[in-house]
């Protein structure tokens, strides 16, 4: 029986199951059924719910414009698939070619999809992290349940972490008119992602909120009282503040636990696989039934040095699972990169942030649109000599523009006239990433097409 | 067929019934060089990039002289232009500030507000369908419904609708890059001082007597010079379009009478069906306003810094490469991304306003009227090339629904 074959029984009775029941989950669901897979399909969850969004989860919903009950994702079309919700998986036997999971069940599998994602990082201190009070957001129910204690009668919020999470909830604490401190060890907000320029802007964004902002410091300790209430927090340069809430937005950790002694390639930075979604074992060999989407998903893009990146974003969430459940049930040839390009957003403090390419790459940037003063600009940020992200604050209708600078390796700095350049911000600057990490070589590639299913890779000569 | 030829024909009357074969001539090139500079873009995915480039500008005065013809004429009216013709920070500014009153997320439920208003008007204007056996769907239905909108929503009396009426007519005219008229950039500018002259003693009235509507809303927080401009550029924008968009959807499902059937038994298609014709006839065929202020590389073709660039909306919404079967009307269309309201940072800012209109025009025009057949098809259709739609649509009717 020749391989192609194979696939074609796979199409229509294989088992394929999915690991990780939320956005990638469902999107690679839907994929499969609408791309003709006819055999069965599982899906298992850890959470009790069927799929749900969560970018309203830190904004709308912590201001009571949508119930966190009420964002379950749009279906495109019936899934046809059994549900295993509420059970996580607890390992994977790739000689038996099947899941157990945490209840003792087993469930076999032809093929199988990983979209485990991440979970917010608990606070480090597991006794103070118990306190009434203390609160992480991650989940529908996090979301409900900081929603509930923000509009309870408190007075005082502590916010640890100034990053996207971090100053999502703080902005939504300002709306609600509760005091808000937010303890960042960097520099300033949002610094790891956008660097300190821009970082500078976010920062004065906040204290023009009335954010009570400390940089620069970072939370020891978290103080209860006698029923188990925070009461106060410790910072490292010596103060206290009395706090009711605290939430600890220190980013997320990869689901990858449960894979531990499975031999694929899996650990705290995610899962390796290839740019096809296909999970690497421990040897870096790519296996042929496991594949990998989503949040856990680490992939080599060659827009960025064939690096492996993990990527946290709803976008690349959906284009990812995609990809895998087209790659899932083809045969070699026909398979497709995801070669999508890092995308994401923010809403803040009434400003909309978003971000296209790998801003921590750029080691210098030009305000190519706009101005920082104005908080409304677009920040395009260099790399060796190309285009290889932009940043805007109120500004996103531009950012397909740098989108296809990014993937036509475009030169930085842009020399080009545009509408709203102002004259200020010609030279480009250090963008003032704390760790820079600029790898030291590389080809330059550019993605063509409109389309991922068209998308490939071509290779420029370099004539710098 | 030479290459200096097309945007002449383009604009030349007698392609104005059905301009659709001159579109897809110019599709065979993407990015088409015209004798005199102008460059036209007429394919989706060509046009889509080039709106969203911020290398281009909607600001006319960037062009070298001898180019200011299309889009504006020579401002001797005292008034700054409108801020469908400024680039960021101006046009930021300006929409953003005209946004505030107009929808989310400061007045989410102003245009909703106006929609029972807006059902009565098409109830009595299907009213005074009764007993006649012929109607023109322009004048009879698809001109006042718009115009009684936009003069609500700015705030002025439509009883004086016969004295900007003719304003905003010449002022439209004034897009067409072609018009063939002399005067015509005269006339736009008397219009323009005379229209502007109009609103500018309105706004002084509603800034001592605040009253419904945006300019009284908008008063406080511009300059008197602003504030009039933008009057004079909804107020016309108001007029032309929606009245070609209604019109546009009657006459399309006239001619597929298949189609027609369907949505008198489900009403709901009307959502497909008012989409479908703004990809299949867009009441803005095209927009010749725009100019390079780099050299910009398109599908192998570099614009030059200072060439006015024509954006061939009509063309690219019938790309087969990103519609199937493109000159196919089909309301079961999936993915339907048209550029009917254009894209980008000047996508259309009445469209959601239009899009109520339609709604509460479109299905309500077919559930009444039992029509039996256009009288003239096609019907003659107006000078304009840029604002494209019939003059008049005379149809025989066979009576009327309560």
């Known amino acids: ?464 | 067929m030479t290459s200096g030829t097309i945007s002449a024909q383009i604009t030349d009357y007698a392609h104005r019934a059905d301009p659709y074969p001159l579109y897809a001539e110019l599709r065979k090139q993407p990015v088409r060089r015209e004798d005199d500079g102008t460059y036209l873009v007429s394919t989706y995915y060509e046009v889509r990039s080039l709106a969203n480039d911020p290398r281009l500008s909607n600001d006319t005065s960037n062009r070298p002289p001898g180019y200011a013809r299309p889009g504006q004429p020579a401002e001797e009216t005292g008034l700054p232009p409108s801020f469908i013709f400024t680039d960021p920070p101006v046009h930021d500014r300006l929409r953003g500030t005209i946004n505030r009153p107009f929808g989310p997320p400061h007045s989410p439920r102003f245009l909703d507000g106006l929609r029972g208003e807006l059902a009565k008007v098409v109830t009595e204007l299907l009213d005074a369908f009764e007993g006649k056996d012929q109607v023109d769907v322009v004048e009879d239905f698809a001109y006042p419904l718009p115009v009684t909108a936009i003069c609500r929503v700015l705030g002025v009396p439509r009883e004086d609708e016969p004295r900007f009426h003719v304003w905003a007519d010449v002022l439209a005219s004034s897009l067409d890059p072609r018009s063939g008229d002399d005067d015509g950039p005269e006339k736009a500018q008397r219009a323009r001082q005379e229209l502007g002259a109009y609103l500018s003693d309105l706004i002084e009235t509603k800034r001592r007597h605040p009253g419904p509507g945006m300019l009284s809303a908008l008063a406080p927080d511009m300059t008197p010079a602003d504030l009039e401009a933008t009057a004079v550029l909804l107020l016309v924008a108001g007029h032309e379009t929606t009245v070609n968009a209604i019109t546009n959807t009657t006459l399309t499902l006239l001619r597929h009478p298949d189609v027609l059937e369907r949505f008198q038994k489900d009403p709901d298609l009307a959502v497909p069906i008012i989409e479908e014709v703004l990809r299949y006839e867009p009441p803005v065929q095209f927009v010749p306003w725009t100019t390079a202020l780099a050299d910009i590389d398109v599908a192998g073709t570099t614009i030059p810094k200072g060439s006015p660039v024509w954006l061939m909306l009509a063309a690219a919404n019938r790309d087969p490469r990103r519609f199937e079967d493109p000159d196919r009307f089909d309301p079961d269309r999936k993915d339907n991304e048209h550029l009917g309201f254009y894209t980008g940072i000047h996508y259309c800012f009445g469209a959601p306003l239009a899009r109520i209109e339609l709604h509460l025009a479109v299905p309500e025009l077919f559930r009444r009227v039992k029509f039996s057949r256009l009288i003239e098809d096609p019907p003659p259709y107006r000078a304009n090339a840029v604002l494209r739609g019939p003059r008049q649509l005379p149809v025989a009717i066979e009576g009327l629904t309560a």
């Not at chain 1, 790891?192 to 020891?220: F, P």
């Not at chain 1, 790399?383 to 989108?403: H, N, Q, T």
């Not at chain 1, 030291?440 to 068209?454: A, K, Q």
Request: glycine share 10%; charged share 25%; with cysteine.
């Open chain 1, 1 to 464: 029986m020749s391989a192609d074959t194979d696939v074609e029984v796979l199409r229509r009775q294989g088992r394929i199951v999915v690991v990780g029941a939320s956005l990638a989950g469902l999107r690679a669901a839907e994929t499969l059924r609408e791309k003709g897979f006819t055999g069965s399909l599982t899906m298992i969850g850890d959470e009790l719910y069927e799929p749900y969004d969560r970018p309203p989860l830190s904004k709308q919903a912590l201001l009571g414009r949508a119930r966190p009950e009420d964002t379950a994702l749009p279906r495109r079309r019936d899934i046809d698939a059994e549900w295993r919700l509420g059970v996580a998986a607890a390992d994977l036997d790739r000689d038996a070619k099947q899941v157990r999971l945490v209840n003792g069940d087993t469930v076999p599998y032809d093929r199988l999809l990983i979209t485990t994602g991440t979970r917010a990082r608990p606070w480090f201190h597991p006794e103070e992290a118990a306190l009434d009070g203390v609160f992480v957001l991650r989940t529908r129910d996090d979301s409900a349940r900081l929603y509930r204690k923000l509009t309870g009668g408190v007075r005082r919020v502590l916010v640890i972490g100034a990053g996207f999470t971090g100053s999502e909830v703080a902005s939504a604490c300002r709306e609600h008119g509760l005091e808000v401190t937010v303890a960042e060890r960097g520099p300033a907000p949002l610094v790891g992602a956008l660097g300190g320029v821009i970082g500078a802007v976010a920062d004065r964004l906040q204290r023009k909120h009335g954010v009570d902002l400390r940089c620069g410091v970072s939370v020891t300790a978290l103080e209860g009282g006698d029923v188990g209430r925070l009461r106060r927090a410790h910072l490292s340069d010596g103060s206290v503040i009395d706090v009711e809430v605290a939430v600890v937005s220190l980013g997320a950790m990869r689901n990858t636990e449960w894979l531990a002694g499975s031999g694929v390639a899996a650990g705290p930075r995610g899962i390796a696989c290839d740019a096809g979604c296909r999970v690497f074992d421990v040897n870096g060999i790519v296996t042929d039934d496991i594949y990998a989407a989503g949040d856990v998903a680490r992939s080599p893009h060659p827009l960025f040095d064939y690096q492996f990146l993990a990527l946290e974003h709803w976008g690349n969430a959906v284009e990812q699972a995609e990809i895998a459940a087209h790659n899932m049930i083809c045969a070699g040839p026909d398979r497709r990169p995801h070669l999508w390009l890092p995308m994401f957003w923010s809403s803040q403090f009434g400003v909309n942030i978003k971000s296209v390419g790998v801003p921590s790459l750029g080691g210098q940037l030009v305000v190519a649109q706009g101005t920082l003063a104005e908080e409304r600009f677009v920040a395009v940020y260099g790399y060796r000599g190309r285009v290889i992200a932009a940043v805007s604050f109120d500004g996103a209708k531009w950012l397909g523009f740098y989108e296809q600078q990014i993937a036509s390796g475009a030169p930085f700095p842009p020399e080009y006239r545009s509408v709203d350049r102002r004259s200020e911000t010609l030279q480009p600057i250090e963008s003032a990433f704390p760790d820079p990490h600029l790898p030291t070589h590389g080809p330059t590639i550019t993605l063509t097409g409109h389309s991922p299913s068209e998308r490939r890779v071509t290779f420029v000569p370099s004539h710098a």
